[in-house]
Antibody, heavy 120, light 107 residues
Framework: QVTLNESGPALVKPTQTLTLTCTFS??????????VGWFRQPPGKALEWLAL???????RYNPSLTSRLTITKDTSKKQVVLTMTNMDPVDTATYYC????????????WGQGTMVAVSS | DIQLTQSPSFLSASVGDRVTITCRAS??????LAWYQQKPGKAPKLLIY???SLLSGVPSRFSGSGSGTEFTLTITSLQPEDFATYYC?????????FGQGTKLEIK
């Protein structure tokens, strides 16, 4: 069974760095074509793609946030970590990670999400 | 960036109805178009990928079609569990983008 689970702080202060961890099971991030992406959704708003890391360590970022984002993977721990610097109240959102598979060209399995509030 | 515009943004329908949601792209997305369902407080669920391929386990009342810049999600014979928000997503080019969502409500 494929699962993904996001973890991280529920509250961060403005200007701080957010670190989120996606721990997955049921698949390997060394399998050709597999990727893990991060998304966010502010309350009542639409989904936004943030970043994606592929099995071959290729990393892709949303250009609107690229200067603030870093995505890394630890295949032995089965984790993907997203860091976002200089947090602002507008970054308050539920953050999701999800698996992609090049045979689907979509994100087929999602974590349950983790809510992050940015406030002083 | 490829912009996706969904219509309508809100849709009111009854159980048993047939509904269609449209997703228009600012440029062609080839076959790299997916549809997701999201219920309040839950993560999105993939329904359809590659424009018209139904993910295993998704009921056959869901179908997708389209090409170029115009795509549709059709739900035939609405069930109570189908009332949710639906999003299209393009994966043709980075950044991957979503439509603004269509909220399907019970009439």
């Amino acid at each position: 069974q494929v699962t993904l689970n996001e973890s991280g702080p529920a509250l961060v202060k403005p200007t701080q760095t957010l670190t989120l961890t996606c721990t997955f099971s049921g698949f390997s991030l060394i399998t050709n074509g597999v990727g893990v992406g991060w998304f966010r959704q502010p309350p009542g708003k639409a989904l936004e793609w943030l970043a994606l890391i592929y099995w071959n360590d290729d990393q892709r970022y949303n250009p609107s946030l690229t200067s603030r984002l870093t995505i890394t993977k630890d295949t032995s721990k089965k984790q993907v970590v997203l860091t976002m610097t200089n947090m602002d109240p507008v970054d308050t959102a539920t953050y999701y990670c999800a698996r992609s598979y090049n045979t689907l060209d979509a994100f087929d399995i999602w974590g349950q999400g983790t809510m992050v509030a940015v406030s002083s | 960036d490829i912009q996706l515009t969904q219509s309508p943004s809100f849709l009111s329908a009854s159980v048993g109805d047939r509904v269609t949601i449209t997703c228009r792209a600012s440029q062609g997305t080839s076959s790299f178009l997916a549809w997701y369902q999201q219920k309040p407080g839950k993560a999105p669920k993939l329904l359809i990928y590659a424009v018209s391929s139904l993910l295993s386990g998704v009921p056959s009342r869901f179908s997708g079609s389209g090409s170029g810049t115009e795509f549709t999600l059709t739900i035939t014979s609405l069930q109570p569990e189908d009332f949710a928000t639906y999003y299209c997503q393009q994966l043709k080019s980075y950044p991957f983008t979503f439509g603004q969502g269509t909220k399907l409500e019970i009439k």
